[in-house]
């Protein structure tokens, strides 16, 4: 069973940066893409940003593009997610998810594998 850790989240005012963390179990991330989608209240999960188990393939939704860094470090088995120049409408419960496929993709349905969430809240 795949299993997936989120941390990092927290509450940081606009400006603010935040780093989160997706701890994968042993040989979760071996040739499955990775990705973070987002989910509002009220508002259906979104896709985030996603990257290759060998981290040379990257892709971002344009609302965070140039904001965002998703990263991979597969010694650690653990997927990155550098968030900066933050703003309120970022604030969400933040999903880890992993393929059975080392393809990107920014669909929700195409991921199998999901953590529970970690919360960011951006204050004004």
């Known amino acids: 069973q795949v299993q997936l850790v989120e941390s990092g989240g927290g509450l940081v005012q606009a400006g603010g940066s935040l780093r989160l963390s997706c701890a994968a179990s042993?040989?979760?991330?071996?040739?499955?893409?990775m990705g973070w989608f987002r989910q509002a209240p009220g508002k259906e999960r979104e896709f985030v940003a996603s990257?290759?188990?060998?981290?040379?393939?990257?892709s971002y939704a344009a609302y965070v593009q140039g904001r965002f860094t998703i990263s991979i470090d597969n010694g650690r088995n653990t997927v990155y997610l550098q968030m900066n120049s933050l703003m309120p409408d970022d604030t969400a419960v933040y999903y880890c998810?992993?393929?059975?496929?080392?393809?990107?993709?920014?669909?929700?349905?195409?991921?199998?594998?999901w953590g529970k969430g970690t919360l960011v809240t951006v204050s004004s």
């Open positions: 042993e040989h979760t991330n071996r040739e499955k893409a």
């Open positions: 990257i290759t188990w060998n981290g040379r393939q990257t």
């Open positions: 998810a992993a393929r059975d496929y080392d393809y990107l993709s920014r669909t929700v349905s195409e991921y199998a594998y």
